[in-house]
């Protein structure tokens, strides 16, 4: 897909989708195109904007979507999943804060219950336990220790 910026004969301007740019001709040619503003189907490719705006003009630039930093909706929803999914999973996990390492070895030694649990460790605690073939797995998401939350 691509992405064209059009203007009608009126000077509107909009954006077009597609397939490749000889879509963009043969669509315009059979009349396709039209504007979303007006329906006129006198469609010519909009000078291309600059890509960095000028220095002093800066404030007046329309501010660009998804331009840097925005990550696309579909990957937004996988992390949002994601990090549903995790709270999912701690609601049976207990949280044992700086304790983790230590609760962790427990659990895997047999010295306690086996239970879910989540805490903090520093990596070099967590790459010691990972040394000790103890499975741990980092959580995707920032989790806030229950005495932070109200
Ligand atoms: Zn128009």
Same mark, same amino acid.
């Given at each position: 897909m691509i992405v064209y910026d059009l203007s009608c004969d009126a000077g509107h301007r909009f954006e077009g989708w597609f397939g490749s740019s000889g879509d963009y001709v043969s669509q315009r040619e059979r009349r396709l195109?039209?504007?979303?503003?007006? *329906?006129? *189907?006198?469609?010519e490719k909009a000078p291309m904007a600059p890509a960095v705006p000028r220095k002093g003009n800066r404030q007046s630039e329309p501010k660009q979507t998804n331009a840097g930093g925005v990550i696309p909706p579909e990957a937004a929803a996988v992390l949002k999943k994601l990090a549903e999914l995790q709270a999912e999973a701690l609601k049976s996990s207990t949280w044992v804060g700086e304790d983790f390492p230590e609760q962790s070895r427990a659990i895997h030694y047999g010295e306690r219950e086996p239970e879910p649990i989540h805490g903090k460790a520093t990596r070099d605690e967590a790459n010691a336990l990972i040394e000790e073939g103890i499975t741990i797995a980092p959580l995707l998401f920032p989790v806030a220790p229950p005495e932070e939350l109200n």
């Open positions: 195109v039209a504007c979303p503003q007006c *329906g006129s *189907g006198e469609i």
